[in-house]
């Protein structure tokens, strides 16, 4: 049987838009449990694929814990609950891989799915998750000015890149950019190439679905934006859904 491991981290139980820290909330408890059955959804699937799936779970301290670790059953193999905000994802997502790859193995895994909490996986998502990616892979391309803006919401880390090798410095000395709009760069000075890194979806989406809606996610404490977005640099670019393509961002 095929292993992978979910790292589930960030903000949970949350309502209010990116710089609202409001939680704990009946609405924030209803968008959690949305986001995580979608996430049980997806280990549904790969578990009809042969895949066994261990969880990982890092976030703040919540009065609806107890809640949070029930939904996510005995699939879970770690967690910790911090006395602290987590308004930096960041910062999340480097004190999170530091955490788990000290306290668990990660060498019996194919794969490690690396997702914010608050995230709604949408149906056509789990219908094209591949759990066989041979690159570092994520949802999709923001835009592209002189190097991607990367969607920094998830990504699919094979084993390969687990530990270094030739220049890569290894997951756990990169965790701090493994989930950044510009993890593009920063896995290029840390070792790797472009060649490294793939994408769910060759269309491009705001990772803040609160400006723009998209088919296959959404963070789930806000409600989601229109169809049409102008991105917010100096070339005010307008992305429609579904029809901007990557090569006309390259023209």
């Known amino acids: 049987m095929n292993r992978g491991l979910f790292i589930l981290l960030g903000e949970c139980f949350r309502q209010g838009k990116e710089n609202s820290r409001v939680r704990d909330t009946e ?26 799936i261990d969880i990982c779970i890092n976030t703040y301290d919540t009065k609806y814990k107890s809640d949070l670790l029930k939904w996510y059953n005995d699939a879970t193999i770690y967690y910790d609950f911090v006395n602290e905000n987590y308004g ?3 910062r999340c997502v480097d004190a999170t891989i530091v955490k788990v790859l000290n306290n668990v193995d990660i060498d019996p895994y194919d794969f490690i799915f690396i997702c914010r909490l608050d995230i ?27 190097l991607p803006c990367i969607s920094d919401l998830f990504c699919i880390v094979p084993k390969k890149y687990f530990h270094p090798f030739n220049n890569w410095k290894g997951l756990i ?8 709009h510009s993890s593009m760069y920063y896995l290029n000075i840390n070792g790797l190439s472009y060649n490294d890194v793939d994408f769910m979806f ?27 977005c102008f991105f917010p640099k100096s070339k005010n670019i307008v992305y429609v859904k579904e029809e901007l393509r990557l090569k006309s961002i390259l023209n």
């Open 27 to 52: 609405y924030g408890y209803v968008k959690q449990q949305e986001s995580t059955e979608s996430h049980l959804k997806l280990i549904k699937k790969l578990e009809t694929l042969n895949y066994k």
């Open 88 to 90: 930096c994802i960041e």
């Open 120 to 146: 709604l996986l949408k149906d056509p998502l789990i219908e094209l998750f591949n759990p066989k990616v041979e690159h570092i892979t994520y949802p999709n391309i923001m835009s592209w000015e002189h």
């Open 173 to 180: 000395n990169n965790g701090l950019h493994i989930l950044n």
């Open 202 to 228: 060759k269309n491009t989406y705001f990772s803040n679905t609160s400006q723009m809606s998209n088919p296959y996610y959404k963070i789930n404490c806000r409600d989601e934006g229109p169809d049409i």
